[in-house]
């Protein structure tokens, strides 16, 4: 059975850091998309940053500078290291693989839809 299961969320206050993981477990990823999207309530899902096996990452604009996506050698944990938060931030963060595909999209990584196993979320919260 797949499972996606993130940890790491909690409440920081604007500028300070979190790491969040993805236990991942169930299959090999070896050679598919991971990645972590973001959803605040009433608005859509959108892609933070994924990683392809090779360990090449994209991310979104807003997370450029800031936010780092790694794995282990492995593939069974996904990490995003959030640095310089911002109270625009705040989310529920997913974890979520793509085994349709052995590549990540440079035009197309975003789409929620691309990814079918996705972990139950863990939560953001960015104090001003």
């Known amino acids: 059975q797949v499972q996606l299961v993130e940890s790491g969320g909690g409440s920081v206050q604007a500028g300070g850091s979190l790491r969040l993981s993805c236990a991942v477990s169930?299959?090999?990823?070896?050679?598919?998309?991971m990645g972590w999207f973001r959803q605040t309530p009433g608005k859509e899902r959108e892609g933070v940053a994924v990683i392809d096996s090779a360990g090449n990452p994209w991310y979104a604009e807003s997370a450029k500078g800031r936010f780092t996506i790694s794995q282990d050698n492995a593939r069974n944990t996904l990490r995003l290291h959030m640095n310089s938060l911002k109270p625009e931030d705040t989310a529920m963060y997913y974890c979520a693989v793509d085994n349709w595909r052995t590549y990540c999209s440079t035009d197309f990584w975003r789409v929620p839809g691309r990814y079918n196993y996705w972990g139950q979320g863990t939560q953001v919260t960015v104090s001003s």
């Open positions: 169930g299959y090999s990823y070896s050679r598919n998309c």
